[in-house]
């Protein structure tokens, strides 16, 4: 009787161990290359139409080159090249190739402002002026004269939540229309520039894309105490695992980069440089200057890591980067909806919300109507584009480097979710 109870006591114990509350799934801390499709629910035949459309696309040459990372509860469903780094040399895409993100920067630097709100440095609705004094006077443009503007003093505060959440009616840096864009140094140095501008409508009342993320990345510095750069890669990447995203390389890495492609004026694809002068390129060697908005690169499965932390609840590698309660607050819309064409857009804190309200936003916008409700997105100038879906406990990434923009991620996406049993 002693040897069956001990047994019973040693089999209820290792369920216990095994596991997990009711209605939540383990969160996977690595990628698992060898799926189950049959368990997943994925048809691997259906899942083939991915490999026909982008094919067609690269043979058609409408794009140079594509990749893609699909991961479902954590087991990588599709991660393909297509097409070439370079096509004029026909150098074949590699899976570990580096792509210029562009804005894809933003949710990475949100993301590092919100892990020193955990640390108690900040609340989210204190005023920005606060911690950057220079921003203490803000006043909104009123009038059609550009080169005479008449101003207000605006109705409230820039707060730190408009800053994430680009609702804060900063528009750029304090140069008159027709001149050169000023180029600065440092982060801090354009920052003080930025926001002395003045603001193009009362904070928080409208949405608009905008540079505000620079003011959230020199927040970064200011609470951290440490550049950017050195903030991002001891407490994002490295925790993650993440291997070759930076706004700066040696040498060495230059023939990892793709090529970045155009439309020129007869609809064909041409090399250009997606650099303006030296300012951008990461082979200069003044490094100092690190942008909130714009300025990281790096392959796919790195930033497919980021993905996946986010979807876990802040937890990937088995280290967590963010708390779960910040996930979900970062994941809120954050707008005002006082009607109109744009009633249906959603944007938390740096991430665009997927709404499925209404057909005629996703009409509107020619995003993809089998994206799940609540997913989260904001991809790059360059095309580099990603989801997490928390419904399909799904990330799906698409990366080509081409200007300017076609339909190819919004049917890649259809023939992603057309897979799903």
């Known amino acids: 009787m002693k040897k069956y109870l001990l047994f019973g006591l040693t089999l209820l114990m290792a369920l216990c161990m095994c596991s997990t509350p009711e209605g939540k799934k383990p969160q996977p801390q690595v990628f698992n290359y060898q799926p189950n499709y049959k368990k997943l629910k994925v048809d691997t035949t259906r899942l ?3 490999d026909n459309l982008l094919q067609d696309y690269v043979d058609r040459g409408i794009i140079p080159h594509a990749l893609t990372f699909v991961a479902k509860n ?3 469903i599709h991660n393909k090249t297509f097409g070439w780094r370079d096509v004029e040399k026909q150098i074949p895409l590699e899976k570990d190739d580096i792509f210029r993100m562009y804005s894809q920067t933003k949710a990475v630097v949100t993301v590092a402002l919100m892990s020193l709100f955990e640390q108690g440095k900040f609340q989210l609705d204190d005023p920005v002026s606060k911690y950057i ?6 006043v909104i443009i009123e009038g059609s004269n550009p080169y005479a ?3 207000r003093k605006a109705a409230s505060p820039v707060l730190i939540r408009h800053l994430m959440s680009h609702t ?3 528009q750029g840096a304090r140069v008159p229309r027709g001149t050169p864009s000023k180029q600065f140094d440092t982060l801090k140095d354009h920052v003080i520039d930025l926001v002395q501008a003045p603001l193009i409508y009362d904070p928080g009342t409208k949405w608009n894309y905008h540079p505000a993320l620079d003011v959230v990345a020199y927040l970064v510095e200011y609470f951290s105490g440490q550049p950017l750069q050195e903030y991002l890669k001891e407490f994002i990447f490295d925790p ?7 706004y700066y390389y040696d040498e060495e890495y230059r023939d990892r980069f793709v090529t970045c492609y155009r439309e020129d004026s007869t609809g064909h694809i041409e090399p250009v440089e997606m650099w303006s002068g030296q300012t951008r390129s990461p082979f200069i060697s003044d490094r100092r200057m690190a942008q909130g908005g714009t300025g990281l690169n790096g392959t796919i499965e790195g930033y497919a ?3 996946q932390m986010i979807l876990n609840g802040g937890k990937f590698n088995n280290q967590i980067i963010l708390g779960r309660r910040t996930i979900e607050v970062m994941g809120k819309d954050q707008i005002a909806h006082p009607g109109g064409g744009e009633d249906n857009f959603r944007f938390g804190l740096g991430f665009q919300i997927y709404p499925g309200e209404s057909i005629h936003w996703e009409v509107e916008n020619g995003f993809s109507p089998m994206v799940s409700p609540g997913s989260l997105s904001w991809g790059g100038m360059a095309n580099t584009d990603y989801i997490i879906d928390p419904k399909e406990d799904m ?6 480097n081409r200007i300017p923009d076609t339909l190819v991620w919004e049917k890649f996406l259809n023939t992603v979710y057309q897979a799903l049993e």
């Open 305 to 307: 890591r980021f993905c």
């Open 240 to 246: 993650l695992g993440i291997e070759d995203m930076a």
């Open 149 to 151: 503007p008449q101003t």
């Open 133 to 138: 004094p220079e921003m203490t006077d803000q």
């Open 168 to 170: 804060s009616g900063i």
């Open 395 to 400: 990330i799906i990434l698409f990366y080509t």
């Open 48 to 50: 083939k139409r991915i």
């Open 74 to 76: 954590g087991y990588v």
